[in-house]
């Protein structure tokens, strides 16, 4: 047997049974670690990660140039690593989608909905949720990536996406990734734009959700549009 191979399966084992309630963040790496790198002792590198960029959360944020500078981080190790969040939002969009057809009445219900896109995410992100008659969402997709401002949304692909869904109603959302959910003046700048260009084609902006973490703000419910 080789020699790390029974260290290996006791953390596994210890994974099955109990999950990762007792286990520190450098023994999570590890464990993850175990299917990059089949052979030897992991247990220093995940050591050597955690040192170098802190908490686990900040490993699997840590740039891919970032990871691989370290000693025995090569491509399939670091491509794990990123792997992770990846997984863990496409796994809590799942969860807050419950059956085929998602009805969306509400800022309460935009919220629950959209908020797990941007679980991880540590850019500025544009999504598009685009409704019918009844409030039924056809189709959300990512729209933009980068600081969501007059000069980098283009309104002319809001309302391409829109017509070409035929929504009767849209629900944009943004993340300020390293602030609150509270609009800027730039994101009312730019809600008045696509509010306009939407107008126009008969389209209703229904509202435009900023999301911060797990917290999200309705510039619905705090009154922008009934001021317009």
Known sequence: M????GHRKRMKDRFLAHGLENFDDHNVLELLLFYALPRGDVNELA????NRFGKLS???DAPI???KKLRGVGDNTATLIKLIPQVCRRYMISRSVSGDDVY???SKKAGAFIVPYFYGEREETVYMICLDAKCKVINCRMLFRGEVNSANVSIRKIVENALAYKATSVILAHN???GIAIPSREDERTTE???EALRAVDIILADHIVVADEDFVSMA??????RR
């Open 2 to 5: 080789h020699p790390h191979e």
């Open 47 to 50: 050591h050597e990660l955690i």
């Open 58 to 60: 900040d490993v699997f």
């Open 65 to 67: 140039e970032e990871l």
């Open 104 to 106: 969306i009445t509400d």
């Open 176 to 178: 300020h990734p390293s």
């Open 193 to 195: 734009r696509v509010l």
């Open 221 to 226: 419910d705090n009154g922008f549009f009934r």
